[in-house]
C-alpha cells in the first residue's frame, strides 16, 4: 500500500516556477514507477512526466518538455516536479501517481493516485 500526498501548488505568473513535491507512504516505495499528471478544467487527465524507479530514465510530455524536471528521493521517499517557465495553459490540478510497471504509468494505469494540488498560472 502506498499513500501519496501532493503539496508545492499555488499561484504564479507566467514565466514563474514552482516545484511540486509528492510525499510517499510505505516501505515499498523504491519499488515504484512515479507519474506526474494534470488535468485542466473541462479537459482529460493528461499525464506530464515519470520516472522509473531507479530515477534512472524520465519521460516528459512534450508540452513541458525543456521546462519541467522530475526527480525523485527514495531514502525520504519523494517526487519532485520542478516547473520553470509557466504558462496559463500550465493551469491544471497536478496530481502524482505511483505504478509496478513505467510503461502502464506512463498510459495512466497506476495503481496509487494523490488527491492532487492546484497550480494556476497568471498572464
Known amino acids: 500500500q502506498v499513500q501519496l500526498v501532493e503539496s508545492g501548488g499555488g499561484l504564479v505568473q507566467a514565466g514563474g516556477s514552482l516545484r511540486l513535491s509528492c510525499a510517499a507512504s510505505?516501505?515499498?516505495?523504491?519499488?515504484?514507477?512515479m507519474g506526474w499528471f494534470r488535468q485542466a478544467p473541462g479537459k482529460e487527465r493528461d499525464f506530464v512526466a515519470g520516472?522509473?524507479?531507479?530515477?534512472?530514465?524520465?519521460y516528459y510530455a512534450d508540452s513541458v518538455k525543456g521546462r519541467f524536471t522530475i526527480s525523485r528521493d527514495n531514502a525520504k521517499t519523494i517526487v519532485y516536479l520542478q516547473m520553470n517557465s509557466l504558462k496559463p495553459d500550465d493551469t491544471a490540478v497536478y496530481s502524482c501517481?505511483?505504478?509496478?510497471?513505467?510503461?502502464?504509468?506512463?498510459?495512466?494505469?497506476?495503481?496509487?493516485w494523490g488527491q492532487g494540488t492546484q497550480v494556476t498560472v497568471s498572464s
Open positions: 520516472i522509473t524507479w531507479s530515477g534512472g530514465i524520465t
Open positions: 501517481a505511483a505504478g509496478l510497471m513505467i510503461n502502464r504509468v506512463l498510459r495512466g494505469e497506476c495503481d496509487y
Open positions: 510505505g516501505r515499498t516505495f523504491g519499488s515504484y514507477a
